[in-house]
């Protein structure tokens, strides 16, 4: 992290009070700026990196839950991807060596899908084309989030570095949507626990002999999860849990090699493995702060809690946190108003909690290699496949219905 400047003498004043500095375009934090299109708040968006496009907008795949998409669509994302999204119709989900499985059907659940697969690529594109009509909101990039000065009382007073040199930036509500390594979440002493489920993922593109048909695998094995999204380019998208001590290995294997890998780990339910793409590399470390507020400021997305990928969660729970914390601003004399940031911290327990604990039960339960856990893992995938209220549960919280809801997220037909 880039120490603050102990000579804030030379840095220019900062002049107007905005309402909210967004810290972080990636995904969420440019959510978020789209989502207060309108409220008639004076927004600026901050981020570090140069280039055509944040880092984040990868090659990894995105499994966005319903409520991810009805809410992307009310903000007008969805409208601006180049090529249509892959449905998820069916989810199959299964262990190695066990004789449990679920299959889940959303037509079952009256619904076409249960979300749909983008690239984050093409994602990044989207939003930067929605983020390019929006009117209230100002850009700041590449600018970095340097630190805080003294607290001002009714505004927080942040560092930042830009082209032009460092500047001061004064706002009401100063918003962490800076990711995992949050250097906001620093700056404001929020203290994290950190996991690290001593795996590495490797993602990919892959082909195979059968063209995917709507349905996502989901491998559960001792070395750890892997998951086949159906993408919307006749190809899946791979992803390969390693222990940590055998990432090296896998990551200097040629693509036959890696191939047989990622066959043996997931059999021939989805064809024979062709080919596959680039590889890229993620360890899998679980960061969650300890608080998500604190005067006149806020955590959202991976800043206040970074998940294991399994389940494919980590954005659809972070844009519930930016499209909560949107309605709990708009139209409000002081978006800072601690009553306010109270209440959306608030709003965001339950969703947080349930999430969490089904991203951690179901990375942990596949990397627990205990021959004694074995049967209990196996009774627990055919209890869920049997079980009525329990399927409903999981697929429910799975298309991002837990908690309380954000407005966008709701589809027709579904509870408030
Ligand atoms: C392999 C993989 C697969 C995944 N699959 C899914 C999935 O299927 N579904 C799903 O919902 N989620 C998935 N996720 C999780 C998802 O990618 C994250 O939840 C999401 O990227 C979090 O968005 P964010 O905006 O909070 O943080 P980030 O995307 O990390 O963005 C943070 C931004 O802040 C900027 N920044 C950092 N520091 C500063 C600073 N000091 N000043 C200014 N800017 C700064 C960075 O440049 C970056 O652009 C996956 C993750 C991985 C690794």
């Known amino acids: 992290m880039t120490k603050p400047d102990p000579s804030p003498a030379r840095l220019p004043d900062p002049g107007t009070t905005h309402d909210v500095v967004i810290i972080g375009g990636g995904l969420v934090g440019a959510s978020l700026a789209i989502a207060l299109e309108g409220s008639g708040l004076d927004v600026v968006l901050l981020e570090a990196s140069a280039g055509?496009?944040?880092?984040?907008?990868?090659?990894?795949?995105?499994?966005?839950?319903?409520?991810?998409?009805?809410?992307?669509?009310?903000?007008?994302?969805?409208?601006?991807?180049?090529?249509?999204?892959?449905?998820?119709?069916?989810?199959?989900?299964?262990?190695?060596?066990?004789?449990g499985r679920v299959r889940l059907d959303a037509a079952d659940y009256g619904r076409e899908a249960f979300g749909q697969v983008v690239v984050a690529r093409d994602f990044g594109h989207a939003l930067e084309a929605r983020l390019a009509t929006l009117d209230g909101v100002r850009r700041m990039r590449p600018a970095r989030f340097l630190g805080l000065e003294e607290d001002a009382g009714d505004a927080r007073v942040l560092r930042v570095a830009g082209e032009g040199g460092e500047r001061r930036l004064r706002t009401r509500l100063l918003v962490g949507a800076d990711g995992a390594a949050?250097?906001?979440?620093d700056v404001l002493g929020i203290g994290t626990r950190v996991d690290d489920y001593g795996q590495v993922l490797f993602v990919?593109?892959?082909?195979?002999?059968?063209?995917?048909?709507?349905?996502?695998?989901?491998?559960?094995?001792?070395s750890g999860p892997a998951a086949l999204l159906p993408r919307g380019d006749r190809q899946y998208g791979l992803v390969l849990a390693v222990p940590a001590g055998e990432a090296a290995r896998v990551a200097e294997m040629d693509e036959g090699a890696f191939l047989q890998l990622a066959q043996r780990r997931f059999g021939w339910r989805a064809g024979r493995?062709?080919?596959?793409?680039?590889?890229?590399?993620?360890?899998?470390?679980?960061?969650?702060?300890n608080e998500l507020v604190r005067p006149r400021a806020a955590l959202?997305?991976?800043?206040?809690?970074?998940?294991?990928?399994?389940?494919?969660?980590?954005?659809?729970?972070?844009?519930?946190?930016?499209?909560?914390?949107?309605?709990?601003?708009?139209?409000?004399?002081?978006?800072?108003?601690?009553?306010?940031?109270?209440?959306?911290?608030?709003?965001?327990?339950?969703?947080?909690?349930?999430?969490?604990?089904?991203?951690?039960?179901?990375?942990?339960?596949?990397?627990?290699?205990?021959?004694?856990?074995?049967?209990?893992?196996?009774l627990g995938l055919v209890g869920l496949g049997l079980s009525g209220s329990?399927?409903?549960?999981?697929?429910?919280?799975?298309?991002?219905?837990?908690?309380?809801?954000?407005?966008?997220?709701?589809?027709?037909?579904?509870?408030?």
Do not use: K, W
């Open 52 to 99: 055509d496009m944040p880092e984040v907008f990868d090659e990894r795949n995105l499994s966005f839950a319903e409520a991810t998409v009805n809410a992307l669509s009310g903000l007008g994302v969805m409208q601006h991807l180049q090529g249509p999204p892959a449905p998820i119709r069916r989810i199959h989900v299964s262990r190695s060596g066990d004789f």
């Open 182 to 185: 949050s250097a906001v979440r």
């Open 204 to 222: 990919a593109r892959l082909r195979t002999d059968r063209a995917p048909d709507g349905t996502a695998y989901e491998r559960l094995g001792d």
């Open 273 to 289: 493995f062709l080919s596959c793409g680039p590889r890229s590399a993620y360890p899998a470390v679980r960061t969650l702060a």
């Open 300 to 378: 959202v997305g991976n800043a206040a809690q970074a998940i294991h990928p399994v389940g494919a969660q980590g954005f659809n729970l972070g844009l519930r946190d930016a499209l909560t914390l949107a309605e709990e601003i708009r139209g409000a004399p002081d978006c800072g108003d601690p009553a306010l940031l109270a209440r959306h911290a608030a709003r965001r327990a339950a969703d947080r909690e349930r999430t969490l604990a089904f991203s951690d039960g179901l990375a942990r339960v596949t990397a627990n290699p205990s021959p004694l856990l074995r049967p209990l893992r196996s």
């Open 390 to 416: 329990l399927r409903a549960g999981l697929v429910g919280g799975a298309m991002g219905y837990r908690g309380d809801v954000p407005v966008l997220c709701r589809g027709p037909g579904v509870a408030a």
